[in-house]
């Protein structure tokens, strides 16, 4: 199916703005964890979903999700899409599946994995970053 949308100017420069990796939000929690000496590989090719951050000595993936992709407050949220609401409601629901469908196979694979909310890593990065560290400790 091939979709025609029809947006203004500002919602295309915002939207073309969007990338899949190095947000703020990775690039923050990356360098504490770095500097609080936890090594990983960024966008981890050879796990399924390419996790932001693979802490491969510990077996954690680590995922930044941004609320919009990936369906924070979904049943709430999905109400207020006015334009083009065909695609983005599947989208975003096919999205939410693909990442119940990641989280299985890291986990058949032994991997722990973490899911965490894009602006509220950026409000308490040292919590996200606790986290992270007490999951390392654990399996040290």
Known sequence: MVYKFHTDKRTRARMS???STNGKD????EKMLWHKGIRYRKNYKKLPGKPDIAITKYKIAIFID??????YDWNNYKTHIKSNRDYWIKKIEYNMQHDQKVNEQLRN????VLRFWSKRV??????YCSIVQW?????R
């Not at 950026?122 to 919590?127: I, T």
């Open 66 to 71: 941004g609320e919009f992709w990936h369906g």
């Open 109 to 112: 694979q032994d991997w722990t």
């Open 135 to 139: 999951y390392v400790d654990s399996k």
């Open 122 to 127: 950026l409000k308490n990065l040292e919590y």
């Open 26 to 29: 990775e690039v923050a929690l």
């Open 17 to 19: 703005r969007v990338h």
